[in-house]
């Protein structure tokens, strides 16, 4: 039997579910899953939603992490047309909870029974470029994390480069905050970001450890701010040196191209069989 979120919530109470649902970061597979940000698929989805999501479990896809869903449609609609398709989402992308976002972010967490909620980190915020920026944008995620504690939820943060370019007398920003916010706060390191502030992506998921239980997978031919983002293993990146350096800490590689040189859902395929034929991640589940 399977229960929604809210009725768990009314039933065990906030933080008794807080609670329950965090614990399961502590217990990591012997490797991690596979999953998809479905932002990869986006301009399919736009034509054809469904048609989209039945290639990507036909690729040997089951979880998912969603970002956008076309203009006009519910949440309700897209969270059944992932269960149509034999999908679950694992995370989803959404703006910070403060002010009007708030009713979003749980009717997010609602609709595709998730609790790991991950703020995008898009646009530049500037304020990532000063000492006194980070300890403010520090005071808004640990206000959004007591938050999504109280509702039940994880909070996490997801970078691009800026986070990652050192700054002087300051040092790395995403290193700063790490020791500024709330140690329950989650990371989600995109390793082709990381790479492109010139940042070695191994060393820095080691150096994150277990803060860091989610990765976006990405690689290219060439890395920088403008792509375009080549198939997993076509690439550039050291997929082996990340995979030992997330050992016992990573609990998904989620594949993201943000845009791509050759057909995406070539390279979508091509990606999910790499992780999972390197022994990098698991597919399935």
């Known amino acids: 039997m399977t229960i929604s979120r809210r009725t768990f919530l009314n039933t065990v109470g906030a933080a008794a579910a807080a609670t329950a649902l965090g614990a399961g ?44 869903f ?6 309700a609609t897209a969270a059944a047309l992932l269960r149509d398709a034999g999908l679950h989402a694992i995370a989803c992308h959404v703006e910070i909870p403060v002010g009007d976002h708030r009713s979003a972010f749980l009717d997010t967490a609602e609709a595709f029974d998730c609790d790991l ?29 007591v938050f999504s504690k109280s509702n039940g939820l994880r909070f996490g943060l997801h970078n691009h480069w800026w986070e990652m370019e050192a700054i002087s007398d300051v040092g790395i920003p995403y290193y700063v905050l790490r020791e500024l916010i709330e140690p329950e706060i989650f990371f989600e390191l995109d390793m082709y970001w990381t790479r492109v502030a010139g940042r070695d992506p191994a060393k820095v998921v080691a ?10 997978m990405k ?9 375009p983002m080549v198939a997993l293993g076509d690439g550039v990146q050291d997929f082996a040196a990340i995979a030992e350096a997330g050992r016992g800490h990573t609990q998904y590689m989620i594949v993201e191209l943000d845009d791509c040189k050759t057909d995406m859902f070539d390279a979508v395929a091509k990606s999910y069989d790499y992780l999972t034929s390197s022994g990098f991640a698991v597919g399935g589940g």
């Open 219 to 227: 690689d290219g031919a060439v890395l920088n701010e403008e792509g």
């Open 70 to 75: 076309p203009e006009g449609m519910t949440r």
């Open 25 to 68: 970061f502590g217990r990591v597979r012997s490797a991690p899953q596979v999953a998809l940000q479905l932002y990869s698929i986006r301009e399919a989805m736009a034509v054809d939603t469904a048609a989209a999501l039945r290639r990507v479990a036909a690729m040997g896809y089951r979880a998912v992490e969603t970002a956008f």
């Open 117 to 145: 909620m991950v703020w995008h980190g898009w646009p530049e915020d500037t304020r990532y470029q000063s000492l006194d920026g980070i300890k403010a944008l520090a005071d808004i995620y640990n206000e959004s994390f």
């Open 207 to 216: 150096d994150f450890g277990d803060r860091a239980p989610l990765l976006h």
